[in-house]
């Protein structure tokens, strides 16, 4: 994490606008360790999220940047803006977040945040201009008292937006390596318990990838379920990968070594997408694992004549007998003749 | 993941990068080319292996060999298919007797705080789970959960492009000498 002198950089390289904003990132996160010994303690009052993180760059700097510095930032700062929609409750957060963290005079910043604001569209100016005070006054007593006056802000701003933030957490909370976590209320809040309600968010976050990429996951709920769907969908590919290199081996002592001819044919079938798909092959192979086929794609148009040669050539196969069913069930020959001419 | 700092679409990018890197027709096309070259390779330095299953161990090693290669960053099991070649195949032999003797144990190291553990993660059926997920993907042994999940979604992926051009592979071989004898 480099410390960038964004000021020099910036009018020159509009450009790597997300490269910089990263590094700003990075900045800031490198940050609040430092100044506050406490580090979870006080990251707990704010359900930091990036977008948050990306407001917060942007506040407490305009004074230092330029014009167009700044016109290039708000633009960055409204295409984050949208993806959030409830921010008014965050604006505060970040506000305070700043104020405390940059060490500046609250003061100043609570000062130039209307001038920035102005600029930026999505953010009310109403709500930034009731929180910044109490906000500004609330940090300075919190570096000094940091138990009691931090548990104060935070169920202010608990009961002001607590839903939205259920919601934001367990989005953000996983992308930043400083987790950000707001305690909810009645939960507690001492920081073993907070670092490990943000692991749990994470997982559940990958969690619900992985339910997006195994076919099948959506409905189930449940963690034991769904990784048991996981698992068999991991076992079954492993299995479909060890019977095709079963097929590949017998078939390998005829490979043809003139490569171009095989792969312009092969190049030209892949891109077209052409391909139906084999409903009994999955069915032999492993009971339900229809599904993996339709992502897949599907054969090669020139099947039929492919499936028949199969059945001399691949004696360990025990569904050669069943292949050779398929074999009329195939469309447009091109390829084959394709093949034909070039051979 | 230190070098997602910008998270706000984090779990969409997530998706679609893994998507994108396995599902795009010019990696698999890659894997398909670079598979066939390991394969004459492989066919033309072992000759004798006449075995059904030794000749269909090979090739799937091969393939599981070019398809980490294909990977080429920093995924777990990429890099432990690269790691294992047979000098810690032997070792696994080995691993594998003790592993069978070591019973699954409960493990119960830190008393549960009231709050933070009121998922159903320490449940010993989704411990159980977890266990058998980090032995199907390889190279996730002692991996901490998040890690072990981030790694399936990219291994399951790999894996079905890999079935895919493995297919695409056969049906093309077995077409053309098909087409040239028949």
């Given amino acids: 994490m480099e410390p960038m002198s964004l000021t020099g950089n910036r009018p020159d390289e509009p450009p790597f606008e997300s490269l910089m904003f990263n590094e700003e990132i990075q900045r800031l996160i490198a940050l609040p360790p430092a100044p506050v010994g406490n580090a979870s303690s006080f990251t707990a009052i704010l359900e930091l999220g990036p977008t948050q993180a990306m407001e917060l760059l942007h506040w407490p700097e305009p004074s230092e940047s330029s014009n167009p510095y700044v016109n290039s930032v708000d633009d960055g700062a409204v295409l984050f803006a949208p993806t959030s929609s409830a921010n008014t409750g965050y604006g505060a957060n970040c506000l305070a977040f700043s104020a405390g963290e940059n060490g500046s005079s609250p003061g100043a910043s609570s000062a130039s945040s209307p001038k920035v604001k102005k600029e930026i569209v999505p953010y009310s100016a109403s709500d930034w201009s009731t929180w910044t005070h109490p906000a500004v006054s609330d940090t300075a007593p919190e570096s000094k008292v940091p138990g009691s006056t931090k548990r104060k802000v935070r169920d202010q701003l608990d009961k002001g937006s607590e839903k939205k933030k259920k919601n934001e957490s367990s989005q953000d909370a996983e992308a930043l390596p400083y987790v950000h976590v707001r305690a909810r209320r009645g939960q507690a809040t001492d920081s073993h318990s907070l670092a490990e309600r943000a692991r749990r968010e994470k997982i559940n976050a990958r969690m619900k990838l992985l339910q997006e990429l195994v076919p099948g996951c959506n409905m189930i709920t449940g963690t034991a379920l769904v990784l048991d769907e996981i698992i068999n969908h991991v076992q079954s590919l492993q299995r479909q990968v060890e019977l095709l290199s079963m097929k590949l081996a017998a078939v390998n002592p005829q490979i043809d070594f003139n490569l171009d001819s095989i792969f312009t044919p092969e190049n030209a079938s892949l891109s077209d997408g052409n391909f139906p798909v084999p409903m009994t092959w999955s069915d032999i192979q492993i009971g339900g694992s229809m599904e993996i086929y339709q992502q897949q794609g599907h054969f090669p148009s020139f099947q039929h004549s492919v499936w028949v040669k199969e059945e001399g050539s691949s004696f360990v196969m025990p569904e050669a007998s069943h292949i050779t069913s398929i074999s009329s069930a195939n469309g447009v020959p091109l390829d084959s003749r394709q093949l034909k001419m070039e051979m | ?182």
């Fill in chain 2, 1 to 182: 993941m230190k070098t997602r700092k910008i998270g706000a679409d984090a779990q969409s990018s997530d998706i679609s990068r893994t998507e994108v890197r396995w599902r795009s027709e010019s990696s698999q096309r890659i894997y398909s080319v670079k598979l066939v070259e390991a394969l004459q390779r492989a066919i033309q330095n072992s000759t004798p292996a006449l075995s059904i299953s030794a000749g269909s161990r090979a090739v799937r090693d091969v393939a599981d060999r070019v398809l980490a290669m294909t990977a080429k960053g920093r995924t777990r099991w990429s890099r432990a298919i690269l790691a294992s070649r047979r000098r810690l195949s032997i070792l696994r032999r080995h691993r594998k007797v003790k592993k069978s003797r070591a019973s699954r144990i409960n493990r119960r190291s830190k008393p549960l705080s009231a709050a933070a553990e009121d998922r159903t993660r320490r449940l010993p059926a989704v411990e159980k789970r977890i266990k058998v997920l980090s032995q199907l993907v390889p190279g996730c042994k002692g991996a901490p959960v998040t890690d072990l999940l981030e790694e399936a979604g990219d291994y399951i992926a790999a894996l079905e492009m890999q079935i895919r051009s493995m297919i695409t592979l056969t049906e093309i071989i077995s077409g053309s000498n098909g087409e040239r004898t028949g």
